[in-house]
């Protein structure tokens, strides 16, 4: 355990001393803000219409949770940013070392290639869980001006947190593959929007081929996180996908010591 804690603070450490870490805080950042911007907007708008109209027919306007609503709409949004953020984070993990050389040291350390692979993905998810904090400041903003329902905020969060660590465990294990990371980079955010395709497939599908299409949509098992409701079965299915993900990677990195 200790070996995995020592390749976190290191990997951590890579990421804060060069600006990637802060180039892609900063976009995350905008483009969060600018969304729930977006999302509060058309959800006011869409309120003050609603209680107009309600005044128009002489009655009240109907009650309508805004907080539930732009917290929904806010976290659902952040799944397609993610797809484009996950990469700029993975891209570097494995091919960076591999292109320095540094892949031989770590391997021939006195640490096993598992701890080696596990502290790289906790590194990386630990990066992303900090950039998943940095959304609770436009969140705040619903608990200042409004009362929302934190269960179903909390529930979002950890499908949020669980469908990232599956896209940072593929987007580990394409770096796995080449030495350049911008390759890495472009087949992980094109290996992400094929993930992200099954969805669309899945919807103009019919009979089994569309639940076949539906399990293995990423996007279709967030749904139920991003409503509120917590099941084992979507979980498995984010946990099996992330362990996928380490073990290829673990495959990858042990073919380079009989490679040579």
């Known amino acids: 355990m200790k070996n995995i804690i020592a390749i976190v603070q290191r990997e951590l450490g890579m990421y804060f001393v060069s600006p990637v870490a802060y180039v892609v805080l900063t976009i995350f950042l905008f483009l969060s803000g600018m969304f729930f911007q977006t999302v509060l907007s058309e959800v006011m708008r869409a309120s003050m219409m609603q209680a107009m109209q309600g005044a128009q ?24 940013i ?23 040291l770590l391997l021939t350390a006195p640490i096993t290639d598992a701890q080696v692979i596990l502290g790289k993905f ?8 900090i950039m998943l904090l940095s959304t609770w400041i436009p969140m705040a903003v619903l ?8 269960a179903p905020i909390l529930t979002a969060y950890l499908g949020l ?10 987007g580990m294990f394409i770096s796995s593959l080449t030495e350049n990371q911008i390759v890495a980079g472009v087949l992980s955010f094109g290996t992400f ?12 599908a019919q009979g ?34 992330a362990f996928v993900g380490v ?11 009989w490679r040579g």
Request: hydrophobic share 50%.
């Open 193 to 204: 929007m094929l993930l992200w395709l099954i969805s669309v497939m899945a919807n103009a």
């Open 247 to 257: 073990f290829l990677t673990y495959r990858s990195v042990d073919s380079l010591r």
């Open 208 to 241: 089994s081929y569309k639940a076949v299409l539906s399990y293995l949509s990423i996007l279709d098992h967030l749904d139920d996180f991003m409503k509120g409701v917590l099941s084992s079965s979507n979980v498995i299915f984010y946990v099996s996908l």
């Open 161 to 170: 947190l669980l469908y990232s660590l599956s896209l940072v465990s593929i």
């Open 82 to 104: 993610l797809l484009f953020m996950i990469p700029m984070i993975t891209m570097a993990l494995i091919s960076e070392e591999k292109k320095r050389g540094t892949i031989e």
């Open 122 to 129: 906790f590194a990386a998810g630990s990066f992303f869980a």
């Open 143 to 150: 608990y200042i001006f409004g009362h929302p329902a934190s």
């Open 57 to 80: 027919m002489g009655q009240g306007a109907p009650p309508m949770d805004v907080p539930g609503i732009v917290s929904r709409n806010f976290l659902s949004s952040m799944s397609v």
